[in-house]
């Protein structure tokens, strides 16, 4: 079986973020299990993004020329993809509804990992004017809708999006098969304390202090404001808090906590090293909220957490809620409610020793369900689904 993945997202260049990073995975997970997989990313001037992505996480009132550039850029993928020659291809799979947009193959399989235009809202900062976010709404929804009805099968990565495809673009239930995000268990794995402690000197950390990590990009929809509150009311060196990500409510963070001396706000990691962050903490916190009708699907930092055996906590909102079973594989906790954060922190350091088998659960079931390699085999059988019986490898 030949494969070709397509996505307007190039992971080659950017190496980090969930759907880089799932991209990244699966196409090793394929190669590994026998399968020949080319991916098709539209090229990244790098010089120009580097530029672009300062200017608009240090001015963020500029955003709205990013935008604009945003929409060129989405146009720019079109055209890349509409001059891709694909017939040689069994299996055309998409990592997004920019790139089988433009294209036109019998057997295009569809991930979709969110909602390009609830999204692009979502993420905008609140200067960027109500007349123009919707302007940009009505050109993602455009290629959303038109998108979902040229693909042979959708994969969604949670229920609500299963859901979202079927009420909003009609599609049948039957071609939709909900698939679970896959993590890194090789790379994100467990390690001792005294592993943990020489990360933590390599990083910068305190040694002896209860580290709570928030692995989450700076917007709307990953309530790190939310986080960033509970925080701003812990002030004790018993515990530390870092946060790691990129976007525009950056800011919003620092100023929430400028008088606190033990929080660390970084840029974003990239995901080869991110890794360290998670080994060297003790508690990783998902805050992630309901924002513009976006919730949180699987969550990569929240998978990355359990396959290194930390004590997990999520909102109970999305594709979380039914990856975590309370007090079994991690805790959930009410979204948009500082008081919920600062409780479970309290209780996870309270008891930590006493967790010590969530923890081990948390790893077992992320390599058991959650690992690149079965997650690949998943997507095989859904290959599988689309291809006439002729042309499946025996």
């Known amino acids: 079986m030949k494969i070709a993945m397509l996505s307007a997202d190039n992971s080659k260049f950017m190496v980090s973020g969930g759907k880089h990073v799932h991209q990244n995975l699966l196409e090793r997970g394929l190669k590994r299990l026998g399968y020949d997989v080319i991916t098709f990313y539209p090229p990244v001037e790098t010089k120009k993004w580097i530029r672009i992505l300062k200017t608009v996480f240090s001015n963020p009132y500029s955003v709205f020329s990013l935008y604009v550039r945003y929409r060129k850029n989405i146009e720019k993928g079109l055209r890349y993809f509409s001059s891709l020659k694909l017939d040689e291809f069994d299996v055309i799979h998409c990592h997004d509804v920019v790139s089988p947009y433009p294209i036109s193959h019998p057997l295009t399989v569809l991930t979709l990992h969110g909602y390009l235009a609830r999204e692009a809202i979502n993420y905008s900062p609140e200067a960027v004017s109500e007349k123009d976010k919707q302007k940009i709404f009505d050109f993602c929804m455009q290629i959303e809708r038109q998108a979902v009805q040229k693909v042979k099968h959708i994969i969604t990565v949670d229920s609500r999006l299963k859901n979202y495809v079927i009420q909003e673009f009609g599609y049948p239930e039957d071609r939709i098969t909900v698939i679970y995000n896959a993590v890194d268990t090789d790379l994100f794995s467990p390690v001792t304390d005294d592993v943990k402690i020489s990360l933590r000197n390599e990083l ?6 209860f580290i709570v990590l928030v692995p989450r990009r700076y917007v709307k929809k990953n309530g790190v404001d939310y986080a960033a509150c509970a925080f701003s009311k812990i002030k004790s ?8 990500g990129r976007g525009p409510l950056k800011s ?7 008088d606190n001396k033990n929080a660390l706000i970084l840029d974003a990691v990239p995901n080869y090293e991110v890794h360290k962050y998670y080994k060297a903490a003790d508690v990783i916190l998902i805050p992630s909220v309901t924002s513009d009708d976006v919730e949180e699907a699987t969550s990569l930092s929240m998978l990355e957490g359990m396959a290194c055996g930390k004590v997990v906590i999520c909102t109970n909102i999305g594709g979380m809620k039914e990856v975590v079973k ?12 500082p008081d919920a954060i600062i409780e479970a922190l309290q209780y996870a350091k309270d008891n930590y020793d ?8 948390t790893r077992e079931y992320a390599v058991k369900n959650h690992s690149y390699t ?21």
């Open 252 to 258: 919003k963070i620092q100023e929430i906590l400028k």
């Open 374 to 394: 079965e997650h690949a085999k998943r997507i095989i059988e859904v290959y599988n689904k689309v291809l006439p019986e002729t042309r499946r490898p025996q």
């Open 354 to 361: 006493n967790l010590s088998e969530l923890r081990k659960k």
């Open 326 to 337: 309370h007090m079994e594989n991690g805790l959930l906790i009410e979204q948009k409610n």
């Open 204 to 209: 910068g950390l305190p040694r002896d202090a």
């Open 237 to 244: 060196d018993d515990y530390f808090f870092v946060f790691a």
